[in-house]
């Protein structure tokens, strides 16, 4: 059992340099779970340790890539792996024909094994999923697989009839195998993995080879679907932060102890401050202005954090909302929500705002000054403005007048810079400039933001 301990402890560990709470107790109950449920049945040890170690379902594909390290399927690759590509791909079809996910698991190891190996010498560590499966196509099979399905009438397409009604059945089914079809590539690269840690070492696979959870993603790196994965994770992190922020303007309501007439009160009872008094604040909900650039990688940043500022608008008594490229124009009712699309916010407020002029790359000082002399009554002494951008001016005019008065006006200003520290002020990075200014933060994925939305946001 102490291997297996060993391998919990390892688990955890990995978890945990990704991200995710684990505890001593978390684990201890891991190592519980794993004596009493035993080894022989993988997949109850699997859903036994997610429910002691996980937290939430957001953690749970994390979970799935470090388990299979520590608890493969197997060791080694199979006997005798096909190395006839055609063969492997018909088999593939029937397998997700049939949904049959036990062949689709020996067939994943089959093709790493047959087609995913690289490097010239008999002992190197080369296992590549991407050219498994670039080599293999499986998402090329749809039509094939969906014949073998209505074939063994498990489709709409041989009833009589075409109407609407097989239409959507047809999409559904379409739907189902491009999922079993996912979940193939998933096993691929799931073995990949598990190959290389074989020759490498499991713990450091763990934590260089497993794709990190959405929100420790860093947005100038973000894909497609890590950056769906944000936008669905607005409504959930949203409440979280409305409750922080409520809990903090309760504890501003009661207000600070006022010295001077605390001593003062103190007289009656000997100079000993039996009662403070506090100085009462009569709470406002203040304004929030974004002016958020919108051009290139960075947008993605932006289009989460408008997305995030939108959910938590009950917490402020006005919030407004700019993008901008070279041009400016206020989005505020482009976030609404009859509005909320997500995944088409981006290319709405593109097609709908004016953001560029006679070039298409960003410039901060145009995009500044043009908010200053068409908005600048938006900012007032209850306002705070968050600028997000990477400051980078493509060598134009910062425009540091505008910002200073930007500064002067509102209550306060944050910049939230998502590229890493140390490149600011490199190229045509104005940050060093900006941040004299104005106070500037590293804001590199979403849990930095919410971190700093919460001790940033006003009360």
């Given at each position: 059992m102490t291997a297996v301990a060993d391998r919990i402890a390892g688990l955890a560990a990995a978890l945990r340099a990704h991200g995710v709470r684990i505890g001593t107790g978390e684990t201890v109950d891991a190592a519980r779970a794993a004596e009493a449920l035993g080894l022989a049945d993988r997949e109850l040890l699997r859903e036994g340790l997610a429910a002691t170690l996980l937290?939430?379902?957001?953690?749970?594909?994390?979970?799935?890539?470090?388990?299979?390290?520590?608890?493969?399927?197997?060791?080694?690759?199979?006997?005798?792996?096909?190395?006839?590509?055609?063969?492997?791909?018909?088999?593939?079809?029937?397998?997700?024909?049939?949904?049959?996910?036990?062949?689709?698991?020996?067939?994943?190891?089959?093709?790493?094994?047959?087609?995913?190996?690289?490097?010239?010498?008999?002992?190197?560590?080369?296992?590549?999923?991407?050219?498994?499966?670039?080599?293999?196509?499986?998402?090329?099979?749809l039509a094939r697989v969906r014949a073998d399905v209505r074939g063994r009438g498990g489709g709409s397409g041989s009833g009589s009839g075409s109407g609407s009604g097989d239409g959507f059945a047809d999409r559904l089914l379409d739907d189902e195998i491009r999922r079993r079809i996912e979940e193939f590539r998933r096993m691929v690269g799931a073995e990949a993995r598990r190959r290389v840690a074989e020759r490498r070492g499991r713990d450091e696979i763990a934590r260089r080879g497993v794709r990190p959870t959405a929100d420790r993603v860093d947005f100038l790196y973000a894909n497609r679907d890590q950056l769906a994965e944000l936008r669905r994770a607005v409504q959930p992190l949203a409440r979280k932060l409305a409750t922080r922020l409520a809990a903090r303007r309760r504890r501003a309501a009661r207000g600070t102890i006022d010295l001077r007439r605390t001593l003062r009160s103190s007289l009656s009872t000997g100079g000993v401050p039996m009662r403070p008094v506090l100085r009462r604040r009569r709470p406002v909900r203040p304004e929030l202005v974004l002016l958020c650039d919108v051009s290139g990688s960075v947008s993605g940043f932006s289009d989460f954090t408008m997305l995030l500022v939108q959910a938590l608008h009950d917490q402020f008594s006005k919030v407004r909302v700019f993008a901008f490229v070279n041009r400016l124009d206020e989005v505020t009712g482009l976030l609404g929500h009859g509005r909320a699309d997500p995944d088409g916010l981006g290319a709405r407020i593109r097609a709908e705002a004016t953001l560029t002029g006679w070039h298409g790359s960003s410039d901060y000082g145009m995009a500044l000054g043009e908010f200053a002399e068409r908005y600048g009554g938006a900012v007032g002494p209850r306002t705070t403005v968050f600028v997000l951008g990477?400051?980078?001016?493509?060598?134009?005019?910062?425009?540091?007048?505008?910002?200073r008065e930007l500064a002067r006006r509102a209550r306060r200003v944050y910049w939230l810079n998502p590229e890493p520290r140390d490149r600011w002020g490199t190229g045509d990075s104005a940050a060093p400039a900006y941040a004299e200014l104005v106070e500037m933060h590293e804001c590199r994925t979403a849990r930095q933001l919410s971190g700093l939305i919460a001790a940033l946001l006003p009360v």
């Open positions: 937290h939430g379902p957001g953690q749970r594909a994390l979970f799935e890539a470090v388990f299979d390290l520590y608890f493969p399927r197997g060791v080694g690759g199979p006997q005798d792996a096909p190395r006839d590509r055609e063969a492997l791909r018909d088999r593939l079809a029937d397998a997700l024909a049939a949904d049959d996910r036990a062949l689709m698991a020996r067939l994943a190891a089959e093709a790493v094994d047959g087609l995913g190996g690289y490097g010239g010498s008999p002992g190197s560590d080369g296992f590549s999923a991407y050219q498994t499966l670039e080599r293999l196509r499986p998402q090329t099979l990477d400051a980078r001016t493509n060598m134009s005019d910062p425009n540091l007048p505008a910002v």
